[in-house]
């Protein structure tokens, strides 16, 4: 059962990937959205944007705290990534498949997606506080990943677990700062006091 399901992993990755190289557009748009930089500074600027905004004083107190919660959220899933590619090894579809490639081949572990982790921390986050800004970090976190299986660089199911940690961590890290309040407020009333925020 589980090797089937690899299997089929594998060549959804293949059929996939065949695009790679063909469209030259396509090809260039793809080279700028799965590199690692393009999407998290969207994101980042989304974030600093959001951290800025709001209609009155409360509004702008849930923006920051989900900026907060999100900025905490993303290091806990990259930690989190970490730990478990010291203990579990999966070779990236690129070196199994010979695949087409518009980015380099990194060569750590694909299991978990470290990529689909943060950034669909980011989002979830942001989702806790605001429903509405969030919506552009979910398309940019899917579309990233997407790109991300497109050039071979991990797998769906890479993916889906590295999205389900991003996830938990923004939920586990949103119960956490409600649990030692005072302490987030008395962190933004001293960002406040600096016109930090």
């Not at 089929?8 to 065949?18: R, T």
């Not at 557009?25 to 793809?30: C, S």
């Not at 199994?96 to 979830?124: G, H, K, Q």
Request: proline fraction near 4%.
């Amino acid at each position: 059962m589980m090797d089937a399901l690899l299997e089929l992993e594998a060549e959804l990755v293949c059929w996939l990937n065949q695009g790679v190289g063909k469209f030259f557009l396509l090809d260039r748009a793809t080279y700028l959205v799965v590199s690692d930089y393009f999407v998290p500074l969207l994101m980042s600027f989304w974030m600093l944007g959001l951290w800025f905004q709001g209609k009155d004083a409360g509004a702008r107190d849930r923006n920051q705290r989900a900026v907060l919660s999100a900025a905490i959220s993303l290091g806990f899933a990259n930690l989190a990534v970490l730990v478990l590619n010291q203990h579990y090894f999966r070779e990236r579809p690129i070196a199994e498949l010979n695949l087409a490639n518009l980015f380099y081949a990194p060569t750590d572990s694909s299991f978990p997606a470290n990529p689909a982790a943060i950034a669909f921390a980011v989002a979830m986050s942001i989702w806790l506080g605001n429903r509405r800004a969030s919506a552009l970090l979910f398309f940019l976190a899917a579309l990233w990943s997407f790109t991300r299986v497109y050039n071979g660089l991990f797998y769906p199911s890479d993916i889906a677990a590295g999205a389900l940690i991003g996830v938990a961590m923004s939920c586990i890290v949103a119960l956490a700062l409600r649990a030692i309040e005072p302490l987030p407020t008395w962190v933004l009333k001293g960002a406040r006091l600096l016109h930090l925020a």
